[in-house]
T-cell receptor, first 118, second 112 residues
Framework: KAGVTQTPRYLIKTRGQQVTLSCSPISGHRSVSWYQQTPGQGLQFLFEYFSETQRNKGNFPGRFSGRQFSNSRSEMNVSTLELGDSALYLC?????????????????FGDGTRLSIL | GQQLNQSPQSMFIQEGEDVSMNCTSSSIFNTWLWYKQEPGEGPVLLIALYKAGELTSNGRLTAQFGITRKDSFLNISASIPSDVGIYFCAGYNAGNNRKLIWGLGTSLAVNP
């Protein structure tokens, strides 16, 4: 069973540019969450999408946005990049089905996109 | 946002030693998860705990859901060099919140 796939693995951008990262969840998973990981800060939650709708959001500025497609694939976009946006961006998927206790589902992660801002 | 208190922050041990780390919260949780992250990779789920008092093993790893529902523990027995990595605890609290709450991780180094 294929895991969570994130593309690209590495990306270098300059300040002021924008970037789009892609995530393909595990087949059958409908919930996709995005995290920013930086040294010393752990995993910071960005947002979660389920059935093409954002159902949870972290405390990030509006420059960070996302969307989910009908096949559950998700993209996140960061506009007007800043030096502080350099981080590992992780995507995680889970079933998210209403037949399960959504509070208990483990999330399964991709290997991330390493974004460096020059 | 809310974070779990995970300790110790880092550990440097000799191969063969046992390791213990823990995670605490000020609020009640109904799920505890333990992940391991190696360099260049995303976190990988090690153990999931769903009931207070539950003790679950995965090979040399054993984790427990604390009776108070405010803490969890992870033990690694007879450590080996491939245990190196960062171990994260995470959980869902008992409130109406779908966000997975994370600790800051325990960095483990093993001296062969």
């Amino acid at each position: 069973k294929a895991g969570v796939t994130q593309t690209p693995r590495y990306l270098i951008k300059t300040r002021g540019q924008q970037v789009t990262l892609s995530c393909s969840p595990i087949s059958g998973h409908r919930s996709v969450s995005w995290y920013q990981q930086t040294p010393g800060q752990g995993l910071q939650f960005l947002f979660e999408y389920f059935s093409e709708t954002q159902r949870n959001k972290g405390n990030f500025p509006g420059r960070f946005s996302g969307r989910q497609f009908s096949n559950s694939r998700s993209e996140m976009n960061v506009s007007t990049l800043e030096l502080g946006d350099s981080a590992l961006y992780l995507c995680a998927s889970s079933l998210g089905s209403r037949s399960h206790n959504q509070y208990q589902e483990p999330q399964h992660f991709g290997d991330g996109t390493r974004l460096s801002i020059l | 946002g809310q974070q779990l208190n995970q300790s110790p922050q880092s550990m440097f041990i000799q191969e063969g030693e046992d390791v213990s780390m823990n995670c605490t919260s000020s609020s009640i949780f109904n799920t505890w998860l333990w992940y391991k992250q190696e360099p260049g990779e995303g976190p990988v789920l090690l153990i999931a705990l769903y009931k207070a008092g539950e003790l679950t093993s995965n090979g040399r790893l054993t984790a427990q859901f604390g009776i108070t529902r405010k803490d969890s523990f992870l033990n690694i027995s007879a450590s080996i060099p491939s245990d190196v990595g960062i171990y994260f605890c995470a959980g869902y609290n008992a409130g109406n919140n779908r966000k997975l709450i994370w600790g800051l991780g325990t960095s483990l180094a093993v001296n062969p």
